[in-house]
């Protein structure tokens, strides 16, 4: 069965640091596009960062270009969102899916399989 579970999540203060960890159980990661997502409440699913399985290129959303990094560990079979210089804007749910394609998408609707998320809570 085809598994994604988030962790990593917490509170931190703005300007602080965290690493997301997605964690894949009954696939290989490296065979399917990995898009992370945030949610806040009264908000729509936002598009993070995304790895292609083309070269493993990762894409960011300007809110977040030149603050994160995706990365993945293809022994561990886990993906990576590192978050930095963190603002309260950052505050959400934060989610890791799964796309059964070679390129990335920023829509929720084009991931098949979904994790249940990690909160992110950015505040003084």
């Known amino acids: 069965q085809l598994q994604l579970v988030e962790s990593g999540g917490g509170l931190v203060q703005p300007g602080g640091s965290l690493t997301l960890s997605c964690a894949a159980s009954g696939f290989n990661l490296n065979s399917y596009v990995i898009g992370w997502f945030r949610q806040a409440p009264g908000k729509e699913r936002e598009g993070v960062s995304c790895i292609s399985t083309l070269g493993g290129f990762a894409t960011y959303a300007d809110s977040v270009k030149g603050r994160s990094i995706s990365s993945r560990d293809t022994g561990k079979n886990t993906m990576f969102l590192q978050l930095n210089n963190l603002e309260p804007e950052d505050t959400g749910l934060y989610y890791c899916?799964?796309?059964?394609?070679?390129?990335?998408?920023?829509?929720?609707?084009?991931?098949?399989?979904w994790g249940e998320g990690t909160q992110v809570t950015v505040s003084a």
């Open positions: 899916a799964a796309r059964r394609n070679y390129y990335c998408s920023r829509f929720a609707r084009d991931y098949d399989y």
